[in-house]
């Protein structure tokens, strides 16, 4: 196996049909000079005497900037012209059987979609992995997305280095930090534009970024994301009784353990039940409404702060340490509580998870908002009163801490086991975070 971590950072895999004042020899020089790591031949279209010959040009070339030279899925070309190696997809030649074929000595490169991909691959010798594609992408039809969760587990399950591929520009790069990758491949990114040299500068940086973030030291507690709703304020009885103080708002008296009937129900299903069990006159749409007017009134004049949670923002922005919020909540209902409380003046930035996409079963937000504070997952805390969305930070690489709330005491025994800290209130995280030597 080759240690080739040093030379995947920019991966330029080539491609012709940009061809234009420069021909493909001339624009992959262009993308060397600008800090292209890697090289791959890329043909679907050229017969094998024309291939062979652009092959050999671009290995001279590649040997002459010492930049690692490989082809795509031509196993016995790249073994006539003494290519470095080869790179092989899924649906080409085993991984083993290019293995026996190039020998020990040869780069083999594996393209990869899953975690049992990737694990096979490096068993039958493959000394990186291609994995995506990780964002939408054109220049393969049938190339199937690979989300950020999927591509972080197939880092964590390999000791060899990966890479992403597909749909990577200078602008999205950013986004695959903290995944684990050792660097990106691109196409268009590269040779779709004018100035490729300065392109591959660009990306070479920005990917630079995203692969080797600032390293913060491990003894400080450099941020800590916290959810909102469960954790900071004490609004889950409002949550869990909405339906009945929505119908209070109809003069009507709710059955017994409404909320628990309609606990594992979506808001639409909720409104469902309410309208055909006690005959509302109203759409399901306008059911969802009323139902919102109603917590949204929660939040603007009764949901109140967890106790002792105002007390540790001042004390964590006191000692300097950096704070965000991130929920699942929209803001526009969430906000006025903010401003009431006055919480807002405690956090660098505030993230939603329908402005980031995404729901707290993928770590996106928590991601995002390590970024954007400029710290790594591994020196940042994320406190969470709920069993999933404690999974997710642990996984994603986070310390997570979880601040009880009775909507989760069935799950405390689960909760204590899978958080790096548990406390009863903010008092016991005071004594850990701000009084601790």
Not at 66 to 72: A, D, H, S, T, Y
Not at 100 to 127: C, F, M, N, R, Y
Request: with cysteine.
């Amino acid at each position: 196996m080759k240690d080739l971590t040093d030379s995947l950072l920019l991966y330029a895999v080539t491609d012709r049909h940009w061809e234009g004042e420069k021909n493909l020899l001339e624009q992959t020089e262009d993308a060397i000079l600008g800090g292209a790591t890697f090289v791959q031949i890329r043909e679907k279209e050229l017969d094998d005497v024309q291939f062979e010959k652009e092959a050999l040009e671009l290995k001279a070339l590649c040997a002459k900037y010492k930049v690692p030279f490989v082809v795509n899925d031509n196993v016995l070309l790249a073994k006539k012209i003494d290519a470095d190696g080869v790179h092989v997809g899924q649906s080409d030649m085993a991984a083993g059987n290019v293995r026996e074929i190039l020998g020990p000595d040869k780069i083999l490169g594996v393209s990869a979609q899953t975690v049992e991909e990737a694990v096979l691959a490096e068993k039958q010798g493959a000394d990186y992995l291609g994995v995506g594609a990780v964002f939408p992408t054109g220049s393969k039809s049938d190339a199937i997305d690979v989300p950020h969760t999927v591509l972080r587990e197939i880092c964590q399950a390999v000791k060899i280095p990966v890479i992403a591929i597909g749909g990577i520009t200078k602008d999205n790069v950013k986004e695959l930090a903290f995944t684990g990758i050792k660097g990106i491949a691109v196409i268009s990114a590269l040779y779709a534009q004018k100035d490729i040299k300065n392109a591959a500068e660009v990306l070479k940086q920005r990917t630079l970024e995203a692969v080797a973030p600032k390293n913060y030291p491990l003894s400080q507690e450099n941020a800590v994301i916290f959810d909102l709703d469960g954790t900071l304020l004490d609004s889950m009885p409002f949550w869990a009784n909405t339906a009945e103080r929505y119908l209070a708002t109809l003069g009507i008296t709710a059955e017994k353990n409404l909320s628990e009937k309609l606990f594992d129900k979506s808001l639409k299903q909720g409104a469902e039940y309410l309208r055909q069990n006690y005959s509302l006159d109203k759409t399901d749409d306008e059911i969802i409404s009323g139902i919102n007017d109603v917590i949204s009134q929660a939040y603007k004049s009764e949901i109140q702060a967890k106790t002792g949670a105002i007390q540790f923002l001042k004390e964590l922005k006191a000692k300097g340490i950096k704070t965000a919020l991130a929920t699942a909540t929209d803001k526009n209902m969430f906000q006025p509580a903010l401003d009431r409380l006055e919480l807002a003046q405690y956090f660098e930035l505030v993230l939603t998870c329908s402005e980031c996409n995404t729901s707290k079963t993928e770590p996106d937000i928590f991601l995002k908002a390590a970024e954007r504070m400029g710290v790594h997952p591994k020196n940042t805390w994320v406190f969470e009163d709920t069993l999933f969305a404690i999974k997710t930070a642990s996984k994603a690489g986070f310390k997570t801490a979880c601040i009880f709330d009775k909507s989760s005491e069935s799950a405390k025994s689960d909760l204590q086991k899978i958080s790096s800290k548990y406390f009863n209130d903010f008092g016991e995280a005071t004594s850990f975070f701000v009084d601790k030597s």
